[in-house]
């Protein structure tokens, strides 16, 4: 084999492998860890405090009557970010999420300030200067289009080893196909531990597949919500549908 081959052969094999994401997230919501790092191109660069869900089924006295639902925080690696909000109205429980960055957009599960003494109901709450800090990095290394992330060098890593987490979640998932839509939570796949960050992202996609279609026909912006509203309630219209699953 001569040497021009060999080159030949080297750089067709790196064409080959995958470009790893410049930016990763790691978010450990481990009960007594509860801390998210930065990583740039693999160094270390910002670490913080955080909150995630309270690894319950949950009943929640909304405004619109009771929600039940599942407040586990969606775990996985290579979680994709799907949209990134200013403000997102949460018509669940009524008040604003600011600095809101989606990485399961089917579920409504994001990153978003919160208060970090309290677990939430599903989301990652963070102070505001590290939401801030999540949300102005997300959209420095993504293609946007409005709020919609088009493609992205960012990818999140969530961490759960709580004791117990898995069996509680798909005791609470197969629980809620009861009164559910089964593709919601995936029973089967949380309770066999094979969701994979893929499968996340593709029914992330088919929720945002109406708001891709006001944007061509209508030029608005997805998922805009008054930023006015932290605390206060709104009384539902006629044609309102309450969420199965709060984003919070």
Do not use: W
């Not at 809101?100 to 709450?125: L, Q, Y």
């Not at 997300?138 to 961490?159: N, W």
């Not at 206060?232 to 919070?248: D, G, I, L, W």
């Amino acid at each position: 084999m001569n040497l021009i081959s060999l080159v030949l052969i080297v750089l067709f094999s790196l064409a080959d492998e995958p470009t790893p994401p410049s930016v990763r997230v790691v978010l450990d919501i481990t009960r007594g860890i509860q801390r998210g790092c930065v990583y740039l191109d693999g160094q270390e660069t910002h670490c913080f405090p955080l909150s995630g869900g309270r690894n319950l089924e949950q009943t929640y006295n909304s405004p619109h009557g009771k929600v039940r639902y599942c407040s586990f925080t969606t775990t996985g690696t290579n979680l994709i970010p799907q949209v990134v909000q200013r403000s997102r109205y949460s018509e669940a429980f009524s008040h604003g999420l600011e600095y809101f960055v989606s990485f399961d957009e089917a579920r409504g599960v994001g990153t978003h300030i919160g208060d970090i003494s309290k677990h939430s109901g599903s989301c990652i709450r963070l102070q505001k200067a590290d939401a801030k800090f999540l949300y102005d990095l997300v959209r420095e290394h993504s293609q946007m289009h409005g709020e919609r992330i088009l493609s992205t060098d960012v990818r999140y890593d969530v961490i759960d080893n709580t004791p117990g987490r898995q069996e509680a979640e798909c005791e609470c998932a197969t629980n809620y196909l009861r009164y559910a839509s089964p593709q919601k939570y995936r029973a089967e796949r949380i309770c066999n531990g094979t969701l994979t960050a893929q499968e996340i992202f593709d029914e992330g996609q088919a929720t945002l597949a109406p708001i891709d279609s006001l944007i061509e026909t209508e030029n608005v912006r997805p998922r805009a919500r008054p930023t006015n509203l932290v605390g206060k309630t709104e009384a539902p219209s006629a044609t309102f549908r309450p969420r199965a699953r709060p984003n919070n």
